[in-house]
């Protein structure tokens, strides 16, 4: 008698449709030194963008652990997950299915020191597979409570 594979149904279809088109697994993930020099921008140079009185803003994502976005994050800015994982880059990709590809994008994480963060460069290298072509990384050294927090930048608390 052969075996034949159980039906998975609607729900575990999607389900693996939805991690099928997620990205690399997260060992597959470059560090983010990987993130070329031209697409960083300094926390006081985004800060000083975002207390401009004009200019366009750009569309700002937290592409961290929630516990961190609910702690502290810049204001405006969206929760979207950890992009380490594949529920993060699912959201990142909805987030911005939309979106005109030469939208502005800022996206930091601020995690844990920049050669340590799991989650930059998997949400650089989505958004630039997707064809976006106005993707800045906020370059945090330590993490965010010292390279923006600490330095008086304009901070946001979920209570």
Known sequence: ?????????????????????????????????????????????????????????PLILQVGFRKAYTQA???????????????G????RHRVAALPKDSPIVIYCGCCPWKKCPNIAAAYDALQQLGFRNVKVMHIAEDFGTDWVDRGFPTAKDL
Do not use: C, W
Not at 31 to 56: H, M, N, R, Y
Not at 76 to 84: D, K, M, P
């Open 89 to 92: 880059l699912v959201a990142l």
């Open 1 to 57: 008698m052969r075996n034949f594979p159980r039906p998975i149904g609607a729900l575990g279809a999607a389900l693996v449709l939805t991690l099928g088109l997620s990205g690399p697994a997260l060992a597959d993930h470059k560090p983010a030194a990987s993130i070329p020099k031209d697409a960083l921008v300094e926390p006081a140079d985004f800060a000083a963008t975002l207390a401009a009185p004009t200019g366009q803003k």
């Open 73 to 87: 994050h810049i204001p405006g800015s969206e929760y979207i997950g950890a992009a380490s994982e594949d529920e």
